[in-house]
């Protein structure tokens, strides 16, 4: 989807009472999202019966959170490989020093590598493979 058009909605939205709207063209989408007092957010994702459903609420409870959490930057789908046919970033147990490639997150066709801001053992990845991940949600925890 065009980014004329999705700043063309939100200036619909903006000039509008209502505080949300979604529209779908062909397989992508996008939900914007007017919150109380704070700035209009903006979610586009790639449109799958999965992200239909409400990841989030799931994850904390999956995800304790001692030590040092990888959280994503984006909205977009969580990755553990680089390709399909490849082997996962890390898995628990996996040594990450500050700088690698744990993951990645794809929003808008773009695959976005997420590096770790921390040294340490991955001792848990909250995400599965392929799930739709929110911005700030826990990734990764390292200790």
Do not use: H, W
């Given at each position: ?48 019966p999965a992200a239909i459903s409400a990841p989030s609420e799931n994850n904390e409870i ?50 976005n590598e997420i590096k770790s801001e921390f040294t340490g053992k991955v001792s848990v ?19």
């Amino acid at each position: 989807m065009d980014i004329r058009k999705i700043k063309k909605l939100i200036e619909m939205l903006q000039d509008s009472d209502l505080n949300e709207i979604e529209v779908k063209e062909g397989e992508e989408s996008v939900r914007i999202v007017r919150g109380s007092g704070q700035p209009i957010e903006v979610n586009a994702t790639s449109f799958a019966p999965a992200a239909i459903s409400a990841p989030s609420e799931n994850n904390e409870i999956l995800a304790p959170e001692s030590g040092s959490v990888i959280k994503s930057p984006i909205v977009g789908t969580f990755y553990r490989k680089p390709a399909p046919d490849k082997p996962p970033f890390i898995e628990i147990g996996s040594q990450v020093n500050a700088g690698d490639v744990v993951c990645i997150v794809e929003a808008m066709k773009m695959m976005n590598e997420i590096k770790s801001e921390f040294t340490g053992k991955v001792s848990v990845i909250n995400i599965e493979d392929g799930e739709p991940v929110e911005f700030d949600q826990s990734l990764i925890t390292i200790d």
